[in-house]
């Protein structure tokens, strides 16, 4: 049963437009999410992430929103840039039984940012 | 990825053999985890070890698969007998002391083939 979903594999968007990438999940006891971003033949990226004390967390073009009531994340990246193509993946931790550093992760959104 | 330093990068297996994957953490890091991402999938975290103690492996499989953090050294990730569905691509990461909501930063990982 997957904890965290990313219902979109693939998303295609013009240069300079907004991109956005979601993420739900289940479990109420996460409480720290976190976005990662992955090129072909690399490890995982640290984007940005957020506390679910905050609904909002901003730096330069990434922002994530937090929505605790509907269990969903998103990732606004604006203006978008052909080096943001890469593979995205949402995370999630808490005080669930994991322990630190166990992480549950999405399957991942591929996005392409078109010139 | 700064820093995690992962060998080797590919890794060919054929069934039966055994594979070791290494991973050198950042310089005063005590801190590793072991990730694996099959296929088409998001990262699914496998162990969790300090110097020379194992804190969480609750996600290891039960038969085949060891880790060790020794007190020299890397720590190694052992796959034993390996079979045809251990081939993945195995991402490790390290911290020091994990404070609370830290994110997690990874090595480029060794894709491990198993023909």
């Known amino acids: 049963d997957q904890q965290v979903k990313q219902n979109s594999p693939s998303l295609s968007v013009q240069e300079g437009r907004i991109s956005i990438l979601n993420c739900d999940y289940t479990?109420?006891?996460?409480?720290?999410f976190l976005w990662y971003k992955k090129y072909p033949a690399e490890g995982p990226t640290f984007l940005i992430s957020?506390?679910?004390?905050?609904d909002k967390n901003e730096d330069g073009r990434f922002t994530v929103f937090l929505n605790k009531s509907a269990k969903h994340l998103s990732l606004h990246i604006v203006p978008s840039q052909p080096g943001d193509s890469a593979v995205y993946f949402c995370?999630?931790?808490?005080?669930?039984?994991?322990?630190?550093?166990?992480?549950?992760f999405g399957k991942g959104t591929k996005l392409s940012v078109k010139p | 990825n700064a820093g995690v330093m992962q060998n080797p990068r590919h890794l060919v297996r054929r069934r039966g053999q055994e594979a070791r994957l290494r991973c050198s953490p950042v310089?005063?890091?005590?801190?590793v985890y072991w990730y694996r991402q099959l296929p088409e999938e998001g990262l699914k975290f496998m162990v969790y070890?300090?110097?020379?103690?194992?804190?969480?492996e609750s996600g290891m499989p039960k038969e085949r698969f060891s880790a060790e953090f020794p007190k020299e050294g890397p720590s190694i990730l052992r796959i034993q007998q390996v079979v045809r569905g251990d081939s993945a691509a195995y991402f490790c990461?390290?911290?020091?002391?994990?404070?609370?909501?830290?994110?997690?930063?990874f090595g480029n990982g060794t894709r491990l083939t198993v023909t």
């Open positions: 479990n109420s006891m996460f409480d720290y």
């Open positions: 310089k005063g890091h005590s801190h």
């Open positions: 070890l300090q110097k020379e103690n194992i804190i969480d």
């Open positions: 995370a999630a931790s808490g005080s669930y039984g994991g322990s630190q550093g166990n992480l549950i």
């Open positions: 957020i506390s679910s004390i905050k």
């Open positions: 990461a390290s911290s020091p002391l994990l404070r609370q909501n830290s994110p997690l930063h």
